[in-house]
């Protein structure tokens, strides 16, 4: 158990729709991932969040959003979904942005949640 | 932009032999970690094993062990006495480059599917 907890672990919806998907960090991890795992693109980096504020940002859609609430935890926010949304969806978290001398930037992750549009 | 580059899609081994998985990245920074990550059937991201690149001795954890050549920029991962359990897909991570302090974020290799026969 890494520790990160993701919620739903499963999603079914239908195209044009919208859901939001929720992560906890480890406890005391400030930064937070969204990564997109399908088929077709590998694991890909959507952004990254770090004590409340944006810190870097990846091959995210516009229709997608995220945030990280006060108390650490954060949502992604998926709107006017396709069929190729469909994929799983993995949060991390680390204690750090990435201090390479400090060991911050190890990255675990969550068990994901898979998302089925149809 | 900086990649991770893992050349073999699919190995094979025979269980309690060794096998190698290559990877390579062209990250910039001078100090950083690289990272083994596997992913079972189960589609957890589980970290196997990480190299501090300012550290010249190969990171080394129970079977599992690296051969890191920094000025090569390579990484390959080293299963020894392999067991049906190690059946997996197997993902080389690298930092994008531009560390700085304000990423924390891995890029991620296409990965390797090892396949581990009795």
């Known amino acids: 158990d890494s520790g990160v907890t993701q919620t739903p672990k499963h999603l079914i919806t239908a195209t044009g729709q919208r859901v939001t998907l929720r992560c906890s960090p480890r406890?005391?991890?400030?930064?937070v991932y969204w990564y997109q795992q399908s088929l077709d693109q590998g694991l890909q980096f959507l952004i990254q969040?770090?004590?409340?504020?944006?810190?870097a940002k990846g091959n995210i859609l516009e229709r997608f959003s995220a945030q990280q609430f006060p108390d650490l935890h954060s949502e992604l926010n998926l709107s006017s979904l396709e069929l190729g949304d469909s994929a799983l969806y993995f949060c991390?978290?680390?204690?750090?942005?990435?201090?390479?001398?400090?060991?911050?930037?190890?990255?675990?992750f969550g068990e994901g949640s898979w998302l089925t549009v149809v | 932009a900086q990649t991770v580059t893992q050349s073999q899609p699919e190995m094979s081994v025979q269980e309690a032999e060794t096998v190698t998985l290559s990877c390579t990245y062209d990250t910039s920074e001078s100090d950083y970690y690289l990272f083994w990550y596997k992913q079972p059937p189960s589609r957890q991201m589980i970290l196997v094993i990480r190299?501090?690149?300012?550290?010249?001795q190969n990171a080394t954890e129970n079977r599992f062990s690296v051969n890191f050549q920094k000025a090569a920029k390579s990484f390959s991962l080293k299963i020894s006495d392999s067991q049906l359990g190690d059946a997996a897909m197997y993902f080389c991570?690298?930092?994008?480059?531009?560390?700085?302090?304000?990423?924390?974020?891995?890029?991620f290799g296409k990965g390797t599917k090892l396949s581990v026969k009795p």
């Open positions: 406890s005391g991890d400030l930064s």
């Open positions: 991390a978290s680390s204690a750090r942005t990435g201090d390479p001398r400090g060991g911050g930037n190890t990255i675990y």
């Open positions: 190299q501090e690149a300012y550290k010249q």
């Open positions: 991570a690298s930092p994008p480059g531009n560390y700085g302090g304000s990423q924390g974020n891995l890029i």
């Open positions: 969040y770090y004590n409340g504020e944006e810190r």
